[in-house]
């Protein structure tokens, strides 16, 4: 069964410790936590205030992504706010072999997210050095865009890349992600399901969850 991981960035910011509630008592196993700069994507969204806030309304783990500029200057930050799994994008990094290091130096998870046009195999030269990669099936910038076909593609890739190399390596698959496609992706290896607007558009979110969480019952 995948871990799915509720998207805070799809949450209502006006009620959120009602939702951090409901995803506490819910079968999700992380929160997913997406950082935004307005340089690295053209949007802004919370800060580190928020995710200490979060942290301390739960014991869930907080799966942290960086889409920002030079993500190596706060990695000590995002540890001391909560952080257990921190992915970087292979885009922003110029020394990306350093900067996981440095994540892992803080005792976190590192994790390395691909936007849609940056193929699997530039990472081929990590995947042991990596806890985590992070597929984007959207453009990354904002929640609730329409899933990538090609990302199909590419997480079967990501499957071969990580046995060929007999790395441990969970793959996680962010954008437009709900039950329409959650059994396919499950199918060809995504072990981690970020899931925004799917869950917190839902009539009842929780339940959602919980369907998510069983996809992989059902996909063969």
């Not at 580190?48 to 030079?70: C, F, G, N, R, S």
């Not at 441990?168 to 995504?190: K, R, S, W």
Request: hydrophobic letters at 45%; aromatic letters at 6%.
């Amino acid at each position: 069964m995948p871990i799915v991981a509720p998207s805070i960035l799809a949450a209502d910011f006006s009620n959120l410790k009602k939702d951090i509630e409901m995803v506490n008592q819910s079968e999700a196993e992380w929160f997913h936590l997406d950082v935004m700069d307005g340089v690295f994507v053209p949007n802004i969204s919370y800060g580190m205030p928020v995710i200490k806030a979060i942290d301390e309304l739960t014991d869930k783990v907080m799966d942290v992504h960086l889409m920002i500029v030079q993500p190596e200057r706060y990695i000590k930050e995002f540890k001391e706010v909560g952080a257990d799994v921190l992915t970087v994008h292979y885009e922003a990094c110029t020394h990306l072999h350093r900067t996981v290091q440095a994540i892992k130096d803080e005792g976190m998870k590192a994790g390395v997210a691909l936007n849609p046009h940056t193929p699997v195999h530039l990472l081929e030269d990590i995947i042991h050095d990596i806890d985590l990669l992070l597929i984007m099936s959207v453009n990354p910038g904002f929640g609730g865009q329409k899933f990538i076909q090609n990302t199909y593609e590419k997480l079967v890739q990501a499957s071969e890349l990580i046995e060929r190399k007999n790395a441990d390596v969970l793959i996680e698959i962010d954008g437009g992600v709900g039950m329409g496609n959650a059994a396919q992706l499950v199918q060809l290896g995504a072990d981690v399901l970020v899931a925004g607007s799917s869950v917190f558009n839902s009539p009842n979110p929780s339940q959602t969850i919980f369907d998510l969480v069983n996809t992989g019952k059902f996909s063969g």
